[in-house]
């Protein structure tokens, strides 16, 4: 059981290096020049190299996109409470989300630069508009799917509709709400990043758009190594909070 548990914690690194080193000697092998594929080792020299660029766009991408990440977690969860919490709304707004969502946001971010201009407003609108649905659609679905017998319980013992809402139903979309932002958070990183790329003067967007021009591929991907470390490093963090705060739903899996 100790030794079950010890290779599944470190399962994701043995992988990754394992990725890491066919990705090496693939591009060795073939003699693959860098301004086409890099290899690991020429990323990992190009982010020494720009270190402290890189690190300043990460920080920019970054709380820009925790501010649209923040928007869409205050709207996500308000709407998914109205349309979880009436039939009339679920019927009514849901499909409408739905055709929101199917809009390609990249068709969007030349519209919010005509709005907001060049800068900080389409980073932050575009994190918000492609990672609030997840969340609104696992809240909502946290409260429609409340059992109704354990609604026509509570309702007997003289809950009012308010009370099986917030005090039943809530806790029991926890569950559904933390699943929720492990996905939208890296929605969020993509929607940052594409405003960058399409309408940005800064952040790691900028950066790979700029390095790609030039030709610079080791960059670019130092570029996406690093929005793919944010993303995880919030995915864990997450995971973590989600399994301290709700526990209870994770009973079977930790018994397995």
């Not at 059981?1 to 591009?27: F, G, N, Q, Y």
């Not at 609104?136 to 017998?149: D, F, S």
């Amino acid at each position: 059981m100790k030794i079950s548990k010890t290779l599944e914690r470190w399962s994701p690194m043995v992988l990754l290096a394992a990725i890491l080193l066919v990705w090496e000697a693939a591009v060795w092998l073939f003699q693959v020049p860098d301004f086409i594929f890099p290899g690991p080792v020429q990323i990992a020299l190009e982010f020494v190299e720009f270190k402290g660029p890189l690190l300043e766009a990460a920080w920019k991408t970054f709380w820009v996109t925790m501010l649209g990440f923040g928007i869409s977690i205050v709207v996500g969860v308000l709407l998914g409470f109205l349309i979880g919490s009436s039939r009339i709304a679920y019927t009514a707004v849901y499909p409408l989300m739905v055709a929101f969502n199917a809009v390609p946001k990249a068709a969007v971010v030349p519209i919010l630069v005509v709005w907001f201009g060049i800068g900080l407003g389409p980073g932050i609108l575009t994190a918000f508009l492609i990672s609030f649905f997840p969340i609104t659609v696992n809240i909502a679905t946290g409260l429609a799917t409340l059992e109704p017998e354990l609604e026509d319980v509570l309702r007997v013992l003289g809950a009012k509709r308010w009370d099986v809402l917030v005090k039943v139903g809530l806790p029991r979309s926890m569950p559904y709400f933390y699943g929720s932002l492990k996905v939208a958070i890296t929605l969020a990183f993509v929607g940052t990043v594409l405003a960058e790329m399409t309408a940005g003067d800064s952040g790691i967007g900028y950066l790979m758009q700029t390095a790609g021009s030039q030709q610079r591929l080791p960059l670019a991907f130092a570029g996406l190594v690093v929005i793919g470390a944010m993303a995880m490093a919030m995915y864990e963090l997450f995971s973590w909070i989600e399994m301290r705060t709700t526990g209870w739903a994770h009973r079977g899996s930790q018994a397995a």
